[in-house]
């Protein structure tokens, strides 16, 4: 890529998530860098507003990953080394993660950014009707211009504390939200052909193409004690942020203004390119990854609206449901003479969707008791036939 291109990637970013790791976040395990954070909350404050004073050409919606719980948590509970047994590693990230969210909730207000706390386990992202709910809180959060702090859910989970990395929770994060960019800050300027802590030769890698596996083959282990990932993890993840058409930049968490900087579009740190689009990745992800469970005919209008307008498919525009299908399940969406249209996830059980064929959306909450969305299938999960 270009100068000028990879500078655009960064600047045209307007979703972005920022992951932070445990190293960084607890200053090795000494306690949560005050100053560090605080860093952090002005540049995401600066970004949420994209003000032309700060360089910016516009508004950002940012998401943060913090890491730091369990190093916290151990730092308060005088724990000098990390438990070995999953339940006190549990207790450490309990204790560890009211101080993170106290910290964030503190920083971010101080530069009049109201904050949310999500924690989410691996497996609420595999089920897909919480990967649905989880992906609307956090759309409907960055709406009310809240900045959402995510850290995995270790208290619930068992073996995945053991393997658990924010590197991948960062990802996963960046594959609901479809982020543009996937910021990865660390301990290093980014990645090196080897891991500078064991090869004072290892040269800097300023770009690659995300899912590029020589990339794999450079990135070693976590360096420290605290961190828990390493470079291998963030590599990874890189690959997973591009399935959405994500790029990724991994970057010194200390280097000054280094998020306000990228927004910039000053390179710094390592850039992986995501080499497909978003739509295009989202498109290729409904087709490789999901069986079609039913199907919805819709009337002339919302036909005409879903293909000429992009717009989403509401209740009313239904005539007819098919098959039996949960929330979240991909369905076809067929025209009046049959032929499909589209596909997309449904908002909506079967049994629910047969309710509310032809009511308009305002009467979803007196026939079903509540109302997930007002649309049946929102645009944005919403992918045109040829
Ligand atoms: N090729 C590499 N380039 C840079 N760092 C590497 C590489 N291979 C391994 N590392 C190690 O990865 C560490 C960063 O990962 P980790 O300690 O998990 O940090 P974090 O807590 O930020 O996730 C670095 O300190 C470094 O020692
Ligand atoms: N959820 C864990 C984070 C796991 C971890 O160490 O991640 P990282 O430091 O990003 O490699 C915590 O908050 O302690």
């Known amino acids: 890529m270009t100068q000028q291109e990879t500078s655009d990637v960064l600047r045209n970013a307007r979703r972005i998530v920022v992951k932070v790791g445990s190293s960084l976040v607890t200053n090795d395990g000494r306690g949560l860098d005050e100053q560090a954070i605080g860093e952090w909350c002005r540049q995401m404050a600066q970004l949420a507003e994209g003000s032309p004073e700060a360089g910016l050409n516009g508004r950002r919606e940012v998401i943060m990953v913090s890491?730091?719980?369990?190093?916290?948590?151990m730092k308060r509970l005088g724990w000098a080394k990390r438990p070995r047994e999953i339940n006190e590693l549990q207790a450490a990230a309990a204790v560890g993660q009211m101080g993170l969210a106290q910290m964030y909730e503190t920083k971010l207000r101080e530069h009049g950014l109201r904050s949310a706390q999500v924690l989410l386990t691996h497996a609420d992202l595999a089920d897909r009707e919480r990967y649905l709910n989880a992906r609307s809180t956090l759309l409907t959060l960055l709406q009310h211009q809240v900045l959402p702090v995510i850290n995995e859910n270790d208290t619930v989970v068992n073996d995945e504390i053991k393997f658990g990395d924010n590197d991948t929770l960062g990802a996963l994060v960046a594959n609901l939200v479809e982020a543009d960019l996937l910021v990865i800050l660390t301990d290093q300027k980014g990645l090196y052909t080897a891991d500078p802590r064991q090869n004072p030769n290892a040269e800097f890698v300023h770009e690659g193409r995300a899912g590029d596996r020589a990339l794999e083959?450079?990135?070693?282990?976590?360096?420290?004690?605290?961190?828990?990932?390493?470079?291998?993890?963030?590599?990874?993840?890189?690959?997973?942020?591009?399935?959405?058409?994500?790029?990724?930049?991994?970057?010194?968490?200390?280097?000054?203004?280094?998020l306000l900087r990228l927004a910039r579009g000053e390179r710094i740190g390592t850039l992986l390119v995501a080499p497909t689009q978003k739509t295009q990745a989202r498109k290729q992800w409904m087709a490789d990854h999901l069986q079609l469970r039913g199907a919805l005919s819709v009337d002339t209008g919302a036909a005409a609206k879903l293909r000429g307008e992009g717009k989403s498919l509401l209740p009313v525009g239904m005539t007819a449901i098919e098959g039996v299908f949960s929330r979240g399940d991909v369905v076809a969406i067929r025209d009046e003479a049959g032929a499909e249209i589209a596909r997309g996830l449904a908002n909506y059980s079967s049994a629910e969707a047969r309710l509310l064929c032809r009511k308009p959306s305002s009467q979803i909450e007196a026939l079903l008791g509540y109302m997930a969305e007002p649309e049946m299938v929102h645009r944005d999960n919403l992918v045109l036939s040829r």
Do not use: C, N, Q, Y
């Open 67 to 73: 890491s730091g719980a369990v190093a916290e948590g």
């Open 217 to 258: 083959l450079m990135a070693g282990g976590a360096g420290s004690s605290i961190g828990k990932g390493g470079m291998l993890t963030k590599i990874v993840a890189a690959r997973r942020a591009a399935g959405s058409g994500a790029s990724t930049v991994i970057a010194w968490g200390r280097e000054p203004d280094a």
